[in-house]
């Protein structure tokens, strides 16, 4: 069974810019969940989603959104990137909501210039 | 807010000798989860531990989660070069709909040969 998929591996943007980021979770899991990963932070929450609906939400402002098709992929989009965005953007899924393992994806390294 | 301190941050240790890892937070959690960190990749699930008390033991990792479910350790006996990396340690909320993991922020290990 394939793991979680995230596309792109690497992106480099400059402030004001927007980003999307994709993910694709194991077949069969129907939760999806993001979080951002930086040294001085480490691993924080930013949302969850299950059956296309937003369940959960972190502390982060309005400009980190994201969304939940119906195949169970899921895209998080960054408007207006300011240079603290600079971060790994991890995926997990899990089969469903609130499910005791999550499986992570490889991460999004994104760098805003 | 439930936060979780991990201590010690870093760890450099010679092949063959034994570490325990610390995680500790104010809060109840409803389980608590290891995960293990390479570069470049996302957290790999090591164990969940749900029962206060609880202990699961993972060839030469023996993981304990606290009584009162507010700590957890792992302990490594004979560490091997193949155990460097960032072990981080995250709680689920106990019940309502708080499903999200809350992290903490690792403990860098180095097994050097």
């Known amino acids: 069974k394939a793991g979680v998929t995230q596309t792109p591996r690497y992106l480099i943007k400059t402030r004001g810019q927007q980003v999307t980021l994709s993910c694709s979770p194991i077949?069969?899991?129907?939760?999806v969940s993001w979080y951002q990963q930086t040294p001085g932070q480490g691993l924080q929450f930013l949302f969850e989603?299950?059956?296309?609906?937003?369940?959960n939400k972190g502390n982060f402002p309005g400009r980190f959104s994201g969304r939940q098709f119906s195949n169970s992929r899921s895209e998080m989009n960054v408007s207006t990137l300011e240079l603290g965005d600079s971060a790994l953007y991890l995926c997990a899924s899990s089969l469903e909501l609130g499910s005791g393992g999550v499986f992570f994806g490889p991460g999004t390294r994104l760098t805003v210039l | 807010t439930q936060l979780l301190e991990q201590s010690p941050q870093f760890l450099s240790i010679q092949e063959g000798e034994n570490l325990t890892v610390y995680c500790n937070s104010s809060s109840v959690f409803s389980s608590l989860q290891w995960y293990r960190q390479e570069p470049g990749e996302g957290p790999v699930l090591l164990v969940t531990?749900?029962?206060?008390?609880e202990v699961k033991k993972l060839k030469r990792l023996t993981f304990q989660f606290g009584d009162a479910r507010k700590d957890s350790s792992l302990h490594i006996t004979a560490a091997q070069p193949g155990d460097t990396g960032l072990y981080l340690c995250a709680g689920a909320g106990s019940g309502g709909s708080n499903y999200k993991l809350t992290f903490g922020k690792g403990t860098l290990l180095t097994v050097n040969p």
């Open positions: 077949s069969g899991h129907r939760s």
């Open positions: 531990v749900v029962t206060g008390g």
């Open positions: 989603y299950f059956s296309e609906t937003q369940r």
